[in-house]
């Protein structure tokens, strides 16, 4: 090989390793709910903050919709590295071998955001946090959606108006008590195939926050729409484990930063958006909204205070117990 050639593949070399080195890391963010949703819409702030201040360093893909994977398979693909980040319900723990999650779906646990936060942005929360490393996984922060109002084609004002309706839950054995303690028959069903299921009438109703019942147009094949406010849907920011520590430390610490200000962002719309979302289903028409009496209210929470008895063990008296303790909750 001549000079010319010589300095020709060192000048190509320096040019692929150059290449290499400028190539941004992907991070692969899946999620099931809508853009315009507070958990869509929080995903895509954290890939602005992200881009930013790693100054392009790093790239954040965002999937909306089950774009790549549905609510039962988006799980497995994390712990596979096949996807980076996700930020799956909190329900979504149980099934993997974390039952104690399921506190956070213990119906009426939680009167407001203020005990809510006491709890995830508190001790107890961040003890649960640490325990999803066992699964090769890390919990970056707790992200609001809101308050879960019910919906069917019949209205849910008492404890007997439940009694056979087929009510689409997450897989959750928490929910599924929940629905049983008033009579209703639990279906464990996908979010993305929810619409159709009760357009068709496979299922009779379900029970969401009302900007995943709106930006899902839900309220289009509901009814009624029964604004309970019995349980909450939040979820949690999660990072495959063994990419999260292989990230440099300037990195790392830049996605720190970006995902603490995108968690303030997100508890900050999710209210504004459910309210938004009630009054967009309020004003179509198309789902007559009904209001619970305080007793009608203390029956259903009289009723479902058996979901809480009947899962004690299953989640760990311990952890239910320090929760009661932080809310003031009074089974």
Do not use: C
């Not at 084609?153 to 839950?169: A, C, E, H, S, W």
Request: proline share 4%; hydrophobic share 40%; charged share 25%.
């Amino acid at each position: 090989m001549n000079m010319k050639s010589l300095l020709s593949a060192a000048l190509l070399l320096t040019f692929s390793a150059s290449s290499v080195m400028a190539a941004p890391i992907v991070i692969k963010f899946s999620h099931v709910v809508a853009v315009n949703t507070p958990k869509g819409q929080a995903a895509e702030y954290f890939k602005k903050l992200a881009e930013e201040r790693t100054k392009g360093a790093v790239k954040v893909e965002v999937y909306p919709n089950s774009q790549l994977y549905k609510d039962k398979e988006e799980m497995e693909a994390l712990q596979m590295g096949s996807v980076q980040m996700l930020a799956p319900s909190l329900a979504k723990f149980g099934p993997l071998g974390l039952k104690e999650f399921e506190v956070f779906d213990l119906p009426f646990i939680f009167d407001d955001r203020a005990e809510l936060h006491k709890v995830t942005q508190g001790p107890v929360g961040a003890k649960l946090l640490k325990k999803l490393e066992t699964k090769g996984l890390m919990g970056l922060a707790y992200w609001d959606n809101g308050f879960k109002v019910m919906s069917a084609n019949k209205p849910l004002k008492t404890v007997d108006d439940f009694k056979g309706q087929k009510m689409r839950i997450q897989s959750s054995k928490v929910l599924d008590a929940q629905m049983r303690s008033v009579g209703a028959i639990p279906q464990v069903m996908a979010f993305s195939e929810v619409y159709q299921a009760l357009q068709t009438g496979v299922v009779d109703g379900t029970e969401n926050p009302p900007s995943n019942l709106y930006t899902q147009k839900m309220h289009e094949v509901q009814k009624y729409v029964t604004i309970s406010r019995h349980g909450y849907l939040g979820y949690a920011v999660l990072v495959n484990k063994k990419f999260w520590m292989g990230l440099p430390a300037d990195i790392r610490a830049a996605l720190e930063s970006s995902m603490k200000d995108t968690t303030k962002f997100a508890n900050d719309i999710a209210q504004k958006d459910n309210d938004d979302a009630l009054a967009e289903v309020k004003k179509s028409g198309k789902s007559q909204i009904i209001t619970l009496t305080p007793q009608e209210r203390a029956a259903w929470k009289r009723a479902m205070d058996k979901a809480h008895k009947d899962n004690m063990g299953r989640i760990g008296a311990d952890i239910v117990n320090e929760v009661y303790k932080v809310t003031g909750y009074k089974p």
